[in-house]
Every structure is written in C-alpha cells, then in structure tokens.
C-alpha cells in the first residue's frame, strides 16, 4: 500500500496552518550524493550507514562525520552492495552489539529474486565490508516489514509480519541460526512495533491484524525469561486504526505510529486514524498503568513514522494528515503536551511514512525521507539530568591502533532512542565513544563493540570493548562517552 502512495506524494502539496516555534533549526548536509536516502543506522564508530532507496535498493552508503566531529560537513563513501538477489525496501533492522548491522526480509523485494513479504536477510560486517546473507527461520513463509528488537541481552529477536499464528525467532549472531520465541501472541505482528523496557520486557500495542475488532484496544509484554507474551490490558485510546472508510465500506489500514520510551519512565506511544486526529497514550512503566495522551491536531495522525528522543527528553515526531496524506507536521512532546517545531524543506509534499530519524553521537537527529535532501535537527534543549555516562579508565595513555575493554556506567542510556515500529528499526542504545586531540580540535571516533548489555535505563556497571583509531593524532586530549546523544565528561588522556 505505501509503495503506491510513494509514486504519488511528491507530486502533492498541503498547505499547513498551524504555528511553529522557532529555537529548532535543520540543516542540510553536505556533499550528499545523488541517492534517495532512506533507512539510517548509526555503527558504532559514529558513522552513519544508509541506504540508497532507488534501483534495486541493495546499495547502500557510509556517512562519516567531518575532522571536526560534525554531520553536516561529513563525507559519504559507497559500501559493498547487498547480494543481487535481495534489495529490500521496509524490513527489519538492528545493530548488533558485535557492531555488525543485520536487515530482515522485505514487505517488497527489488533484487533479482524479486517478490513482497519476503523471508530473505543479511547481515554487514564495517570491518570487512562486506554483505553475508542469513538464512530465514524454519517453518517461515514471511518475515516482510516485521518489527524486531535487540533484547537486554544483546540477542536479536524477529518477528514475522504476516504469519499467523504468529512467528518471533531468535538470532544466534555466530552462527547465524534461529530459535523460535514469542509463543501466545495475541495477533501477528504487521504494522506493530516492539518497545524495550527498563527490566528487559518488550511492549507492543497490537493492530488486530486478523483480529479485527473495530473497538480492540489490546497491548502485550514479552518476557525474554520464558520467551512468552501475554496480554497485560488495554490502552486508554485506540492507537490503530480500525476506521476503514470513514463509516463506508473498506478495509481498516491497521497502522499505527511510534513509541519512545522517555527518561522519565512512561513510553509516549503514537496512533493513526483515517477519519480523525490520531490518538497519543501514555504508559507508565513501574506502575503498569495508561492515560491518554492529547490528541494531534487537525486530522494528523502517524499511521508510520518515526519518532527520535531528544537528549533533553523531548520526543521529536513526524505527522501527517489522514493515512498517508501529503503534508507532513512536526513535533515535540515535552511530558505534558504536543508543541510544534519547524519542518523540513520537503514537508508540504512529505507523507509521514517516507521519514527516518536517528539521534547522532552530537545530540542532533539525522532525518532521511528518500530523497536527496538530507537534513540534521539541532534542539536548544539541554540534556536530561541523571543520564551521562561515566567511564572507569585504568590508565592515562592509549595507543593508536590499541584495543581494550572499557568500563563504566550508564553505556545504553534510558532508551533505544529512536522508533518507528514495523518497517525499520534503528536503535541506538549502546555507547559511542569519541576523542579529541586537545591542540587541533580534530575529533576521532573509536570502535565499539561486544558490550555485555543492551538494557536500556540500566545504571551499569557496564563494559564494551574500544578499538583506537589507528590514524588519529597523537598527543593530549580528551575521551568522552556518549549514549543516545548524551555525553560523558571529557576524560583527560594522551595518545602515542
């Protein structure tokens, strides 16, 4: 269905009357090359990976921020392509904590094997640049746009979006083989999104896929303990959108919108609505409990869509109008209300679907809207108290082209930051570590990788272990950790 609205929406334009502070820019990057930029990963050397939406949509592209640490002015630099059978286009996604990046199936398919729903995936190793495919759980017909997660352990768990009863596997990353999960699953997994919890459970909202029922308000946990779900109760406001054609004859879209988890301990969860405002919720995690949520505006909505958590605890989100609609509205929840921020050059033609969001190592938010216009968000906000890392470093003098293990606390921060819910997931919940030589300025980020958690609102201890660049400039300077656009102080070392 999105796919058709994509050959359409450019060509539309919707006036948006609603006002908009002011204190939020976006910039365009530089140096973008002629792609349309679509999904967006952050590896765990600060660098961006993203993938070219056009062709067959097996090429993908390396965003490497300046010598002076910003996005803006980064290079681009083209990565192996997938295999030339799988070019997928809304799949699931994730970072490993090994530091490689593994996509999942495909509600379409552009590669020569062609085909929508399908079972195929890979996994990118930066290292070698290189493009390994994985073989799909047994017993699968489809994984497609199916939602996924990286649990508190580190494992990465998907679903299959159309299989029912439904289908969850976990990844064995070393070998490359699946074990079945997620047994008592209310509905499949289209159009639902799977939200990490402080504790390792794992909320979604359920869309009703063939469950329909026009009043369903269903929400279910995971417990990776007995690899169960259970129903837990029901939303104060549907979330999904069950309306069909506004009282006519028609097939309900199922969609619905984001949700973050926020510092604070609630997840703002998002809905779409074809006839009307879309619906906001707001779950309180200690206590278990839902309130309802403000509505949008107008008739927005976010029937897909992304959402970023801001370093200063605000959730920056994409709407538009109806199912799909042209005209896309941005905004920030502050923890009490919706208030609206500039959009992007693209927004009067933009559909809420075509956005992706990733909070950067600076605390900015990345956007992509498969086009060439690549814009970085910058938020006056200062960071959320409580949420800096810390690090434990036993000594004062590194070497270039070292290797060793990082101790501190706080390395995942208060959440995976970024959602979106089926179609791609891009979480960012693990540390990044930059250093800076303190007589030019010049910023060099490390390589993480093989921490010993992916737990979110974890206070530690924690470790990872860091590559040093061996490249970078010797002499003093400073090394700073960084979760979910968070900074740690700025640790005093040297470099030889």
């Not at 020569?112 to 996994?123: N, P, R, T, Y």
Request: glycine residues 12%; proline residues 7%; contains cysteine.
């Amino acid at each position: 269905m999105k796919l058709l609205r994509m050959l359409g929406f450019a060509a539309l334009v919707l006036c948006v009357a609603f006002g908009a502070a002011s204190a939020q820019t976006w910039t365009p990057a530089n140096n973008v090359p002629n792609i349309s930029a679509g999904p967006i990963l952050l590896l765990t050397d600060g660098s961006v990976l993203v993938q070219d939406s056009s062709g067959n949509y097996g090429n993908w592209w390396k965003l490497t921020p300046s010598i002076n640490g910003d996005y803006v002015n980064g290079s681009w630099t083209q990565l192996a392509s997938l295999p030339s059978t799988y070019g997928p286009l809304y799949f699931g996604s994730a970072v490993l904590p090994d530091g490689r990046v593994i996509i999942e199936g495909g509600e379409y398919n552009y590669g020569s094997a062609g085909g929508s729903e399908v079972k195929l995936g890979a996994i990118y190793d930066p290292i070698a640049n290189a493009w390994t495919s994985v073989n799909p759980p047994s017993g699968w017909n489809t994984i497609g746009d199916g939602a996924s997660v990286i649990l508190t352990n580190g494992t990465y768990m998907q679903g299959s979006c159309c299989d029912n009863p439904p289908h969850a596997a976990l990844l064995n990353a070393k070998t490359l083989t699946w074990t079945a999960t997620g047994s008592g699953k209310f509905d499949p997994y289209v159009e639902e999104g799977l939200t990490l919890l402080p504790g390792g459970m794992v909320l979604d909202v359920d869309a009703y896929y063939e469950h329909y029922d026009p009043t369903g308000m269903n929400y279910e946990l995971y417990n990776p303990g007995s690899g169960t779900w259970s129903v837990a109760g029901s939303t104060p406001v549907q979330l999904w959108d069950s309306s069909a054609n506004c009282g006519g004859a028609g097939k309900a879209s199922y969609e619905l919108g984001p949700a973050v988890l926020r510092p604070d301990g609630t997840v703002y969860a998002t809905g779409a609505n074809r006839c009307a405002a879309g619906h906001t919720a707001v779950y309180n995690v200690s206590a278990g409990t839902w309130t309802a949520g403000p509505d949008f505006p107008g008739n927005l909505d976010i029937a897909d869509g992304p959402a970023a958590l801001l370093p200063d605890g605000n959730v920056l989100m994409m709407t538009g109008p109806g199912i799909f609609g042209p005209g896309a509205v941005f905004f920030e929840w502050d923890g009490s209300k919706l208030n609206q921020v500039p959009g992007v050059p693209n927004s009067p033609s933009d559909p809420s679907f075509v956005g992706h969001m990733l909070v950067l190592p600076t605390g900015q938010v990345l956007f992509t809207d498969f086009s060439n216009d690549v814009e970085i968000y910058t938020s006056p906000g200062s960071p959320y108290p409580g949420l800096a890392p810390s690090a434990l470093l036993q000594t004062a003098v590194l070497a270039r082209g070292s290797s060793f293990t990082l101790f501190g606390f706080k390395f995942n921060g208060a959440s995976q930051a970024n959602a979106y819910g089926d179609d791609f997931q891009d979480a960012t919940n693990y540390p990044i570590v930059r250093i800076t030589n303190k007589a030019t300025g010049h910023v060099f980020y490390c390589r993480t990788h093989d921490h010993n958690t992916m737990a979110v609102g974890y206070n530690g201890p924690a470790y990872t272990h860091l590559d040093i660049p061996a490249n970078m400039e010797t002499g003093a300077s400073y090394l700073e950790v960084v979760a979910n656009g968070i900074a740690s102080q700025k640790y005093q070392i040297g470099i030889e």
